[in-house]
């Protein structure tokens, strides 16, 4: 089927340690997205790449950077995790062009930093 | 800045039509999303407007006015499982499709 797999569905971080966020599509869309849900808040969005080998800082980059090595991966990383830091994470995927404006999301990572 | 906003919350009862208003305030706009989630789960897309007037899809339908900075989403025939969260989102900028979204409203619907 289609879609988003981020990895892990869930996590407990201890404060001050790195961890990485995996997503992956099979949809070949060109660009990707982090964003994070807090309760109140909706939706933020981290970071964002429009294609392979480019990035750029959303509207709360701090504390947060990516990668885009290919098409299909789009990997997050907390390099020193804080508390404030505890959110659902999701990624999503879209086409950059054309008709198709929606976002696909993925099924989210719960993370806890302690 | 950005701001969008939108009601925290709507009651409404099955059967019954409810509208969830959004209105915005973005240095750009190229478009206006909107999105359901419910409790648990991920965001998915349910409309898109970039121009003027009423977008129908089955019993959800979305409209945009651009010259009020406006838009809303309206569900008809409601049923049980339209309970959700429904988020609106704006495209601000050309040359990506980044979306900046809206806090939310729960919509409950009641027997």
């Known amino acids: 089927i289609a879609g988003i797999t981020q990895a892990p569905t869930s996590q407990i971080l201890a404060a001050g340690r790195r961890m990485t966020l995996r997503c992956t599509q099979d949809?070949?869309?060109?660009?990707m997205y982090w964003y994070r849900q807090d309760l109140g808040l909706g939706l933020r969005l981290i970071h964002y790449?429009?294609?392979?080998?480019?990035?750029g800082k959303g509207e709360v980059p701090d504390g947060y950077s990516v990668s885009r090595a290919n098409t299909d991966d789009f990997p997050l990383t907390l390099a020193s995790a804080v508390p404030s830091q505890t959110s659902v994470y999701f990624c999503?995927?879209?086409?950059?062009?054309?008709?198709?404006?929606?976002?696909?999301f993925g099924s989210g990572t719960r993370l806890t930093v302690v | 800045g950005q701001s969008l906003e939108q009601p925290s919350e709507v009651t409404a009862v099955e059967g019954a039509i409810v509208q969830i208003n959004c209105t915005y305030q973005?240095?750009?706009?190229?478009?206006l999303s909107w999105y359901q989630q419910h409790d648990g789960g991920a965001p998915t897309f349910l409309s898109y407007?970039?121009?003027?007037g009423l977008e129908e899809t089955g019993r959800f339908s979305s409209f945009l006015s651009r010259s009020d900075s406006y838009g809303y989403l309206l569900l008809q025939e409601l049923q049980m499982k339209d309970s959700a969260s429904y988020f609106c989102?704006?495209?601000?900028?050309?040359?990506?499709?980044?979306?900046?979204f809206g806090s939310g409203t729960r919509l409950q619907v009641q027997p």
């Open positions: 999503a995927s879209s086409e950059v062009s054309g008709a198709n404006y929606g976002y696909t």
């Open positions: 949809m070949r869309h060109n660009a």
């Open positions: 790449s429009n294609t392979a080998g480019t990035t």
């Open positions: 973005t240095s750009g706009f190229y478009g």
């Open positions: 407007n970039a121009l003027d």
């Open positions: 989102a704006v495209r601000d900028r050309a040359g990506r499709r980044a979306l900046t």
